[in-house]
């Protein structure tokens, strides 16, 4: 039976606050590393664990961390990435509302790591309870000594701060976010060099997301070989999935990774509603590529997602079922990258404005007979040619609903009329 | 503390001042309702700033607002999971009630209508922003019901609490 770690104290009364939190044990991790481990040997604990960064990408935490660099004349910063816009995605935001001591401690742990005396941790404005709660959880641990100077009566200085974001979805991109933290524009920057280098104000920088930083404790409490004894061993640990969209049980699960994606959409949340059938899922936000229902049968892990060829992504799972109409849910997943786009390079400013007005008329039953053509042919010019991973998500997006359900882009453009609605 | 207060406070966490201008612009949108020219070069100048930086700012990022909007500022989420929910539903139901188009305000000043991209809360989804509270598992019963309580909480509201809608004077 899997034991929940990361959400174990969401039903805990009062959990956001640090009676609560020293009361299941908190901070004893933070103590543990700083009294036994040199930062050095906290980072071998994370490569040994195979921790995974849990924003998207699947790159590995003490790899990264690895790469900043012993001795710098610059300080060394921590950024936490708690900029959650993929749509489908909501697992951070229940994690800084409701456990936020488990976010604290795992940056502190983190920072003293990678050598960093100070950590931003960007959220997204939107999320006010979560921002309230981390304000005072932060002057708490101040207050009690986890954050502050001369930490635990080691010779380890830390403190974070909050920067709220201000509702710009490229901000989850990390050299994007390093340029909004600066107060400038955000938009991904050219790389190398890269962040663990030369990162925000050019100094030393890790960026790490939410989920992965609250991992951080566990391994340095339990071990690595416990948390590599979850799931697959190259993709391991306990994992968050946001279900949501056209099924019975949404909600934020817990569970091993590499676990069937079929016995999370079907067992753990209930399957489609009633009377429907499943569709199509998509199983890590909308930069996924869906999944038709016959594909089901995957491991929720990077790889095995990888080799099907979709991803994990932010395991923002969205079920869509029998009654939607796939043009119709093709056509908002590209208006909402149109939307996003920051605007800086062409094949994605452009390439995605386009995308949107010919999708826009194959759904309203006015497309020509070569649209899906010059579908392919925007999706060739965008995906490769961008700066960062937004327009290939879109472009990939896309053509996963091309290639899954042709037919019914093809009814819409011969019926002239989209026959759901 | 002021806003001059508050907008030192935020430099003080950065080692650059151009850091502070995204918190100095919350703070000044929370002081002044949205951020008019002046505003912005209010903010520039107390952070000694350009003032191109600042403007360039506040016409990038989707929750600063360069015109006013209304008193309760209804921000319905129509992204995907939200929409496989019956936003679209919502949406209509909200325009025919307030009399108002997405992206409108009414004539009293009390309602702004827009559509956002997704709040990050699809488990209660559909979701809707109102101010700084999340209202989710929203269906036309509940809409209904959340704007005759906003309609109820105008009415007695100051007239302080009510200037927020108005554009400041300059």
Same mark, same amino acid.
């Given at each position: 039976?899997?034991? $929940?770690?990361?959400?174990?104290?969401?039903?805990?009364?009062?959990?956001?606050?640090?009676?609560? =939190?020293?009361?299941?044990?908190? =901070?004893?991790?933070?103590?543990? @590393?700083?009294?036994?481990?040199? $930062? &050095?040997?906290?980072?071998?604990?994370?490569?040994?664990?195979?921790?995974? %960064?849990?924003?998207?990408?699947?790159?590995?935490?003490?790899?990264? *961390?690895?790469?900043? $660099?012993? #001795?710098?004349?610059? $300080?060394? =910063?921590?950024? +936490?990435?708690?900029?959650?816009?993929?749509?489908?995605?909501?697992?951070?935001?229940?994690?800084?509302?409701?456990?936020?001591?488990?976010?604290?401690?795992?940056?502190?742990?983190?920072?003293?790591?990678?050598?960093?005396?100070?950590?931003?941790?960007?959220?997204?404005?939107?999320?006010?309870?979560?921002?309230? #709660?981390?304000?005072?959880?932060?002057?708490?641990?101040?207050?009690?000594?986890?954050?502050?100077? #001369?930490?635990?009566?080691?010779?380890?200085?830390?403190?974070?701060?909050?920067?709220?974001?201000?509702?710009?979805?490229?901000?989850?991109?990390?050299?994007?976010?390093?340029?909004?933290?600066?107060?400038?524009?955000?938009?991904?920057?050219?790389?190398?060099?890269? /962040?663990?280098?030369?990162?925000?104000?050019?100094?030393?920088?890790?960026?790490?997301?939410?989920?992965?930083?609250?991992?951080? /404790?566990?391994?340095?409490?339990?071990?690595?070989? *416990?948390?590599?004894?979850?799931?697959?061993?190259?993709?391991?640990?306990?994992?968050?999935? +946001?279900?949501?969209?056209?099924?019975?049980?949404?909600?934020?699960?817990?569970?091993?990774?590499?676990?069937?994606?079929?016995?999370?959409?079907?067992?753990?949340?209930?399957?489609?509603?009633?009377?429907?059938?499943?569709?199509?899922?998509?199983?890590?936000?909308?930069?996924?590529?869906?999944?038709?229902?016959?594909?089901?049968?995957?491991?929720?892990?990077?790889?095995?997602?990888?080799?099907?060829?979709?991803?994990?992504?932010?395991?923002?799972?969205?079920?869509?079922? &029998?009654?939607?109409?796939?043009?119709?849910?093709?056509?908002?997943?590209?208006?909402?990258?149109?939307?996003?786009?920051?605007?800086?390079?062409?094949?994605?400013? !452009?390439?995605?404005? *386009?995308?949107?007005?010919?999708?826009?008329?194959?759904?309203?039953?006015?497309?020509?007979? &070569?649209?899906?053509?010059?579908?392919?042919?925007?999706?060739?010019?965008?995906?490769?040619?961008?700066?960062?991973?937004?327009?290939?998500?879109?472009?990939? %997006?896309?053509?996963? @609903?091309?290639?899954?359900? !042709?037919? !019914?882009?093809?009814?819409?453009?011969?019926?002239?009329?989209?026959?759901?609605? | 503390?002021?806003?001059?207060?508050?907008?030192?406070?935020?430099?003080?966490?950065?080692?650059?001042?151009?850091?502070?201008?995204?918190?100095?612009?919350?703070?000044?949108?929370?002081?002044?309702?949205?951020?008019?020219?002046?505003?912005?070069?209010?903010?520039?100048?107390?952070?000694?700033?350009?003032?191109?930086?600042?403007?360039?700012?506040?016409?990038?990022?989707?929750?600063?607002?360069?015109?006013?909007?209304?008193?309760?500022?209804?921000?319905?989420?129509?992204?995907?999971?939200?929409?496989?929910?019956?936003?679209?539903?919502?949406?209509?139901?909200?325009?025919?009630?307030?009399?108002?188009?997405?992206?409108?305000?009414?004539?009293?000043?009390?309602?702004?209508?827009?559509?956002?991209?997704?709040?990050?809360?699809?488990?209660?989804?559909?979701?809707?922003?109102?101010?700084?509270?999340?209202?989710?598992?929203?269906?036309?019963?509940?809409?209904?019901?959340?704007?005759?309580?906003?309609?109820?909480?105008?009415?007695?509201?100051?007239?302080?609490?009510?200037?927020?809608?108005?554009?400041?004077?300059?």
């Amino acid at each position: 039976m899997f034991e $929940p770690v990361l959400l174990r104290n969401m039903d805990v009364p009062d959990g956001h606050l640090l009676s609560s =939190y020293e009361a299941g044990g908190g =901070y004893q991790a933070l103590a543990k @590393a700083l009294r036994q481990y040199t $930062p &050095d040997e906290i980072i071998d604990l994370v490569k040994q664990s195979n921790l995974r %960064g849990r924003g998207g990408a699947g790159f590995p935490t003490g790899l990264k *961390w690895s790469f900043v $660099p012993k #001795r710098a004349d610059k $300080p060394k =910063y921590l950024c +936490c990435n708690a900029d959650e816009g993929e749509p489908g995605t909501f697992k951070d935001r229940i994690i800084m509302e409701r456990d936020p001591h488990q976010l604290i401690e795992g940056m502190a742990i983190s920072a003293y790591a990678i050598g960093a005396e100070t950590a931003y941790l960007y959220i997204r404005g939107e999320y006010v309870l979560a921002i309230r #709660r981390l304000e005072q959880a932060i002057a708490e641990a101040l207050a009690k000594g986890y954050l502050g100077t #001369r930490i635990l009566g080691s010779d380890f200085n830390f403190v974070m701060h909050i920067h709220c974001g201000a509702g710009a979805y490229i901000c989850g991109e990390e050299t994007a976010m390093l340029d909004s933290l600066e107060g400038k524009r955000a938009q991904p920057r050219l790389k190398p060099p890269f /962040p663990a280098v030369a990162g925000l104000y050019a100094s030393p920088t890790v960026i790490n997301n939410v989920e992965t930083l609250v991992c951080v /404790p566990h391994i340095v409490a339990r071990g690595p070989d *416990w948390f590599r004894g979850i799931g697959p061993d190259k993709s391991p640990g306990p994992k968050l999935y +946001c279900l949501s969209g056209q099924v019975r049980q949404p909600g934020l699960y817990e569970l091993p990774m590499g676990i069937s994606l079929r016995e999370l959409v079907e067992d753990r949340a209930g399957g489609p509603p009633p009377g429907r059938r499943i569709k199509a899922v998509i199983p890590g936000g909308v930069s996924a590529p869906l999944i038709p229902e016959r594909g089901l049968d995957v491991g929720m892990d990077f790889d095995s997602l990888a080799a099907a060829g979709s991803m994990l992504g932010s395991a923002g799972v969205i079920v869509i079922d &029998d009654s939607t109409c796939m043009v119709k849910v093709a056509t908002r997943i590209i208006e909402f990258f149109h939307h996003e786009s920051c605007g800086k390079c062409t094949p994605c400013r !452009e390439g995605l404005n *386009w995308v949107v007005k010919v999708l826009r008329r194959v759904e309203a039953g006015q497309g020509a007979p &070569d649209d899906l053509e010059q579908l392919e042919a925007l999706c060739k010019g965008i995906f490769g040619n961008t700066f960062c991973a937004l327009g290939d998500g879109a472009a990939m %997006g896309l053509r996963a @609903a091309l290639a899954h359900f !042709e037919h !019914e882009f093809v009814a819409h453009i011969e019926e002239r009329r989209c026959s759901f609605h | 503390m002021n806003m001059r207060e508050m907008i030192e406070a935020a430099a003080a966490r950065y080692p650059d001042r151009r850091s502070a201008i995204m918190p100095a612009l919350l703070i000044a949108q929370k002081e002044h309702g949205h951020l008019p020219g002046p505003v912005l070069e209010e903010v520039a100048d107390i952070l000694g700033v350009e003032r191109v930086w600042v403007y360039e700012l506040a016409t990038f990022y989707t929750l600063f607002h360069t015109e006013p909007v209304g008193l309760f500022h209804l921000q319905l989420c129509d992204n995907l999971s939200c929409m496989l929910r019956r936003s679209d539903d919502l949406l209509r139901h909200l325009e025919t009630v307030l009399g108002i188009e997405k992206g409108g305000t009414t004539p009293d000043g009390l309602f702004t209508l827009s559509t956002v991209e997704c709040l990050g809360a699809c488990e209660m989804a559909p979701v809707m922003q109102v101010g700084d509270d999340y209202h989710g598992d929203l269906d036309i019963a509940r809409i209904d019901a959340l704007v005759d309580r906003l309609r109820a909480a105008a009415g007695q509201a100051t007239g302080a609490e009510l200037a927020v809608a108005e554009p400041p004077g300059e």
